[in-house]
């Protein structure tokens, strides 16, 4: 690898969620890894049980350790978060959510916010309603990011997570609409593979506007370790390098077999890249 760096992985902590937190971030130190980020979620950062005291402790935590927190990605993609929802009140509960996220990120000093468009109704009745509702809400999220200082990195989700941005044409359409200068794209390699596309197709469409990537293993679905799938990491890499992209790698692993020793798949995950990327 000529451009691509180790000092762009990214380790998250999403697998390590029954563990303690500080098992992740240990590990991420030992493993050399520079970069992590926070996955919003019980017991390890449920936002929205937390005081400012214990929200400011979890920064405390990561820069003892000489960690970077290069995202925040609140647990979204479940009931009750979703932008788009047919009702009112999720719609507001939604809104309120992110904007708190927000204002968390801007406290752990994260410059990205990780968020998703949410999803319509799947037979699509009320699609072009949830597709306006998504944009509102995402519109608004990036108006108080600026405020921040913050990114927001808008999420492509598979098709049975949503049916609004779910590929590169979907994404390319909302952020056309959007036009904002504090939302920008994301891959996650899952929903890439399982839509037929590769990073080079995002990096000639997004260009700079490619704000972060999950990098993950899968067969094709599952958020695997490397080298557990069959998907073209080596290749994607190279694609990435030949860009070359200045963004972040983050391991997202989230498979269910991992849960019982997180440890163990995040070393083969760093040390499958560092084996590639040499410096």
Same mark, same amino acid.
């Given at each position: ?7 762009? @992985?990214?380790?998250?902590? @999403?697998?390590? +969620?029954?563990?303690?937190? *500080? ?9 050399? /890894? ?6 919003? &979620? ?12 214990? @929200?400011?402790? /979890? ?7 000489? #960690?970077?927190? /290069? ?11 979703? #932008?788009?929802s047919n009702a009112p009140d999720t719609r507001r509960r939604s809104q309120k959510f992110f904007e708190n996220s927000i204002r968390a990120a801007g406290e752990l000093g994260a410059g990205k916010v990780l968020v998703t468009s949410g999803t319509g109704y799947f037979d699509g009745s009320n699609r072009e309603e949830a597709w306006k509702w998504a944009g509102e809400g995402l519109y608004a999220l990036g108006e108080m990011a600026a405020d921040y200082g913050i990114t927001l990195a808008l999420e492509v989700?598979?098709?049975?997570? =949503? ?23 994301? %891959?996650?390699? %899952? ?21 972060? @990537? ?12 490397? &080298?557990?799938?069959? #998907? ?13 992209? +200045? &963004? ?14 997180? =440890?163990? =798949?995040?070393?083969? *995950? ?8 040499? =410096?």
């Amino acid at each position: 690898m000529k451009d691509i760096k180790r000092k762009q @992985i990214s380790l998250m902590n @999403i697998q390590y +969620k029954y563990f303690p937190l *500080s098992l992740f971030l240990d590990d991420a130190e030992k493993l050399g /890894v520079e970069n992590v980020e926070l996955w919003g &979620g019980a017991p390890h950062f449920h936002m929205e049980d937390m005081t400012y005291g214990e @929200i400011c402790a /979890v920064r405390r935590e990561i820069r003892r350790r000489g #960690l970077n927190l /290069v995202c925040y990605t609140p647990e979204q993609c479940v009931y009750p978060i979703n #932008l788009a929802s047919n009702a009112p009140d999720t719609r507001r509960r939604s809104q309120k959510f992110f904007e708190n996220s927000i204002r968390a990120a801007g406290e752990l000093g994260a410059g990205k916010v990780l968020v998703t468009s949410g999803t319509g109704y799947f037979d699509g009745s009320n699609r072009e309603e949830a597709w306006k509702w998504a944009g509102e809400g995402l519109y608004a999220l990036g108006e108080m990011a600026a405020d921040y200082g913050i990114t927001l990195a808008l999420e492509v989700l598979r098709t049975d997570e =949503s049916n609004l941005v779910h590929d590169l044409p979907s994404l390319l359409k909302m952020l056309g609409e959007l036009n904002h200068s504090s939302i920008g794209g994301m %891959i996650d390699t %899952i929903p890439m593979a399982l839509a037929g596309e590769r990073p080079a197709h995002y990096l000639e469409a997004l260009g700079d506007r490619l704000v972060h @990537i999950h990098f993950i293993d899968g067969a094709p679905r599952g958020h695997l370790a490397w &080298g557990d799938g069959v #998907l073209d990491m080596e290749g994607y890499l190279e694609e990435l390098d030949a860009y070359p992209y +200045k &963004g972040y790698l983050s391991l997202e692993i989230t498979d269910g077999r991992y849960f019982m020793d997180p =440890s163990d =798949s995040a070393k083969r *995950s760093v040390e499958r890249l560092f084996s590639v990327i040499k =410096s």
